[in-house]
């Protein structure tokens, strides 16, 4: 079996140090050949310099890495029509995507090569729903808009890589009472709404306590959080986010800017091994 293996060196916590050596041990020990490919880095908003070839003649791709380095290759893969199972190895910060598909390697690397070798054995792939943001780039988790982009803007990643997910906690601690809501237009499968938020968010994938968000049914849920601390959800397959000004918005984590923010869902695009 060809893999193509994409490692991201700066993701996450020196804890999840020894999970490559875990990786090139079990592949070799099971005689896959293998492509290893660490990412390199990029100014905001650009791709990673993937190898067409090797990605488009593998059989299975490996991502070890955080929420953003799963996003970018399910992104490279989507805009180049391939259809690929993915290995989700989780070593971010978040790792929100794995742990709604219930994804948990352990950081000292105790159990992964034998959830490695499961899951190159696996021949029927989970298929999940993306969102095409823009019309240019996909998604899996969520878009969000407001104060969900901010505290991502301002969550530094040495802070990440030391405390992970608490990182963004800290954030939200020394920020969320000093950010104010703002107007936008939400428009949710053609009807408008003006709502008046400190920030709106558009999931795929999430695992929140109280709302049923399935990643397979097609459906985009939006949350958007008021001036006033009122919790408004909608449901629907094409939505847009438009601002007075131009202000930023993340996907799963990473940071753009614009006015307008269209998010549509695409059935069944990724195959997670």
Same mark, same amino acid.
């Given at each position: 079996?060809?893999?193509?293996?994409?490692?991201?060196?700066?993701?996450?916590?020196?804890?999840?140090?020894?999970?490559?050596?875990?990786?090139?041990?079990?592949?070799?020990?099971?005689?896959?050949?293998?492509?290893?490919?660490?990412?390199?880095?990029?100014?905001?908003?650009?791709?990673?310099?993937?190898?067409?070839?090797?990605?488009?003649?593998?059989?299975?791709?490996?991502?070890?890495?955080?929420?953003?380095?799963?996003?970018?290759?399910?992104?490279?893969?989507?805009?180049?029509?391939?259809? &690929?199972?993915?290995?989700? $190895? +989780?070593?971010?910060?978040? !790792?929100?995507?794995? #742990?709604? @598909?219930?994804? %948990?390697?352990?950081?000292?690397?105790?159990?992964?090569?034998?959830?490695?070798?499961?899951?190159?054995?696996?021949?029927?792939?989970?298929?999940?729903?993306?969102?095409?943001?823009?019309?240019?780039?996909?998604?899996?988790?969520?878009?969000?808009?407001?104060?969900?982009?901010?505290?991502?803007?301002?969550?530094?990643?040495?802070?990440?890589?030391?405390?992970?997910?608490?990182?963004?906690?800290?954030?939200?601690?020394?920020?969320?009472?000093?950010?104010?809501?703002?107007?936008?237009?939400?428009?949710?499968?053609?009807?408008?709404?003006?709502?008046?938020?400190?920030?709106?968010?558009? &999931?795929?994938?999430?695992? $929140? +306590?109280?709302?049923?968000? !399935?990643?397979?049914? #097609?459906? @985009?849920?939006? %949350?958007?959080?008021?001036?006033?601390?009122?919790?408004?959800?909608?449901?629907?397959?094409?939505?847009?986010?438009?601002?007075?000004?131009?202000?930023?918005?993340?996907?799963?984590?990473?940071?753009?800017?614009?006015?307008?923010?269209?998010?549509?869902?695409?059935?069944?695009?990724?195959?997670?091994?």
């Amino acid at each position: 079996m060809k893999i193509f293996t994409v490692f991201n060196p700066v993701s996450g916590a020196k804890k999840w140090s020894n999970v490559p050596e875990v990786v090139k041990e079990t592949l070799k020990k099971n005689d896959h050949e293998f492509f290893w490919f660490e990412t390199q880095k990029t100014a905001r908003g650009e791709w990673q310099n993937f190898p067409l070839a090797k990605i488009a003649g593998a059989d299975k791709i490996i991502v070890i890495g955080g929420d953003g380095t799963v996003s970018e290759v399910i992104d490279f893969l989507l805009r180049n029509k391939l259809k &690929i199972p993915l290995i989700i $190895l +989780p070593c971010g910060s978040a !790792n929100l995507l794995a #742990g709604s @598909l219930g994804i %948990f390697p352990s950081p000292l690397g105790v159990g992964i090569g034998a959830a490695l070798e499961k899951s190159l054995k696996n021949t029927a792939p989970q298929l999940l729903d993306a969102m095409l943001v823009n019309r240019s780039r996909y998604g899996m988790i969520a878009v969000g808009r407001g104060y969900d982009a901010f505290v991502m803007k301002e969550t530094a990643r040495p802070l990440k890589r030391k405390f992970g997910l608490f990182a963004y906690a800290l954030t939200i601690l020394k920020t969320a009472l000093f950010y104010r809501a703002a107007p936008y237009r939400l428009t949710v499968d053609g009807t408008r709404h003006h709502v008046f938020a400190k920030t709106i968010v558009v &999931i795929n994938i999430l695992p $929140l +306590p109280k709302f049923l968000i !399935n990643p397979r049914d #097609g459906i @985009l849920d939006v %949350f958007a959080l008021t001036g006033r601390h009122r919790l408004l959800h909608y449901t629907g397959k094409n939505i847009s986010i438009k601002a007075k000004k131009e202000l930023r918005f993340e996907i799963d984590g990473e940071v753009f800017k614009g006015k307008t923010v269209t998010i549509e869902v695409i059935r069944n695009a990724v195959q997670i091994a």
